[in-house]
């Protein structure tokens, strides 16, 4: 099973986007998929639409349980997308969790994560600067790819979100845990291609100097924000088809 973290500290940078729609690709293509909502906004469960199956019974009852272990197969609910796809919503009230220091409270999700009908976990992280939710996501996946747009919040939240990824991974290396998370790459999302900007173009130029980034970039199209709202998958309209193929390219480079 891979699990795949999407993660920025920066907001606004198609984050949610690229989770879902990475989740949905995995899906069509026949892989059983699991998207984790992280995130105490609930980006991803607002735009399913879905419910946990049980008052509380949402990602932060994972995070609050001392031994957690098969909770996320029990928490998943169907996506109402794809068979393939299931949900493990988020709420306003996981951001409590950002308070919890007990002793391993960090590695609860991973725990879940026991028994999982699964291939891929995607996790959809709240831009955090470290803390809890962040840790648990980085002790749960064997993959980060990181959202952006070619803006400057772009860049600072990647920047932000690498150093944070590389303390994580200090931190392994000193305890002599083994270190299993790959920097799978930067998704450029949102770029208005015909009419760009200097600043943008300086963006993407900084974002390619990384060696991570990834292409194709991710094309701006109104029908993605108007299908959030109405709780409808992008991919089934005309006008998302480009968005849908340049997230299909980019999933055949950092799913396994």
């Not at 986007?17 to 909502?37: I, K």
């Not at 299993?180 to 949102?190: F, K, P």
Request: proline fraction near 4%; aromatic fraction near 4%; hydrophobic fraction near 40%.
């Amino acid at each position: 099973m891979q699990t795949l973290m999407v993660y920025s500290e920066s907001g606004g940078v198609t984050k949610t986007t690229t989770a879902v729609s990475l989740a949905m690709v995995a899906a069509a293509e026949g892989r059983r998929v699991v998207l984790v909502d992280l995130d105490p906004r609930a980006a991803s469960t607002k735009w399913f639409g879905v419910e946990p199956s049980a008052e509380g019974m949402h990602v932060g009852a994972i995070l609050g349980d001392e031994n957690p272990e098969g909770w996320a197969e029990d928490l998943a609910v169907p996506s109402g997308w794809h068979p393939n796809l299931r949900v493990i919503p988020s709420a306003r009230n996981v951001s409590n969790r950002e308070a919890d220091r007990a002793d391993h409270a960090e590695l609860r999700l991973k725990i879940s994560l026991t028994g999982l009908a699964a291939d891929v976990v995607v996790i959809d992280c709240p831009n955090r600067q470290g803390g809890p939710l962040t840790l648990s996501a980085l002790n749960a996946a064997d993959t980060v790819v990181y959202a952006a747009t070619a803006t400057s919040d772009g860049i600072d939240g990647v920047e932000g979100a690498r150093r944070t990824v590389a303390q994580f991974r200090r931190h392994r290396q000193q305890l002599g845990a083994p270190d299993t998370l790959t920097e799978a790459g930067i998704v450029v999302g949102g770029v208005k291609e015909t009419i760009m900007s200097r600043a943008a173009v300086a963006s993407l130029e900084e974002l390619r100097a990384t060696g991570l980034f990834l292409e194709p970039l991710i094309p701006d199209r109104a029908i993605v924000q108007e299908v959030r709202i109405s709780g409808e998958w992008y991919g089934q309209y005309r006008k998302g088809s480009r968005v849908l193929d340049a997230y299909t390219a980019i999933a055949k480079k950092v799913l396994r």
